[in-house]
T-cell receptor, first 116, second 112 residues
Framework: EAGVVQSPRYKIIEKKQPVAFWCNPI?????LYWYRQNLGQGPELLIR????????DSQLPKDRFSAERLKGVDSTLKIQPAELGDSAVYLC??????????????FGPGTRLLVL | RKEVEQDPGPFNVPEGATVAFNCTYS??????FFWYRQDCRKEPKLLMS???SGNEDGRFTAQLNRASQYISLLIRDSKLSDSATYLC?????????????FGQGTELSVKP
């Protein structure tokens, strides 16, 4: 079974430029998560989707970050404009949504963003 | 203060040693508990869920103390391949269920 797919794996941009990350979850997984992981820290949730609905975006910096999951399958996370402090690894995860609190979240390999 | 805190690392141990990681959480609404393993420049992968009665998987034992809001992971007979960062994570009840809240991770380095 294919895992969570993310692209690109690496991205280097200059500050104030836009950037977009793509995620394709495991087939059949209804719940999709975007996390951000800063160096030396654990991942922090940015947004959670149930199918195409964003059900928890309380930690998404909405002035510059946006996300969509239009058909309830793959998802895009965008930053516009990027700032130096956005340099981090952006991780996508998915889960089947059977028992949300207990079930395993499967992480993709992440996109490593460097903003210069 | 972070909601989930772990022992600062790194832990440097010889092969065969027993090593214990500790994790505390501050929100009593925390519902489920996990240990994840993250290799260098890789994604986190679930190592173990942590159950109230404690659970064991081979050389790994996880314990939960709800009264003290404390989770632990014990690794016995450590191997070189155990070298990684170990992240504890909790989820909450209710409409934030499913959101993993991670500690900062503890790095383990097992030396020959």
């Amino acid at each position: 079974e294919a895992g969570v797919v993310q692209s690109p794996r690496y991205k280097i941009i200059e500050k104030k430029q836009p950037v977009a990350f793509w995620c394709n979850p495991i087939s059949g997984h209804n719940t999709l998560y975007w996390y951000r992981q800063n160096l030396g820290q654990g991942p922090e949730l940015l947004i959670r989707y149930e199918n195409e609905e964003a059900v928890d975006d309380s930690q998404l910096p909405k002035d510059r970050f946006s996300a969509e999951r239009l058909k309830g399958v793959d998802s895009t996370l965008k930053i516009q404009p990027a700032e130096l402090g956005d340099s981090a690894v952006y991780l996508c995860a998915s889960s089947p949504h059977v028992d949300l609190e207990m079930e395993t979240q499967y992480f993709g390999p992440g996109t490593r963003l460097l903003v210069l | 203060r972070k909601e989930v805190e772990q022992d600062p690392g790194p832990f440097n141990v010889p092969e065969g040693a027993t090593v214990a990681f500790n994790c505390t959480y501050s929100n009593s609404a925390s519902q489920s508990f996990f240990w994840y393993r993250q290799d260098c420049r890789k994604e986190p992968k679930l190592l173990m869920s942590v159950y109230s009665s404690g659970n064991e998987d081979g050389r790994f034992t996880a314990q939960l103390n709800r009264a003290s809001q404390y989770i632990s992971l014990l690794i016995r007979d450590s191997k070189l391949s155990d070298s990684a960062t170990y992240l504890c994570a909790v989820t909450r009840r209710g409409n934030q269920g499913g959101k993993l809240i991670f500690g900062q991770g503890t790095e383990l380095s097992v030396k020959p």
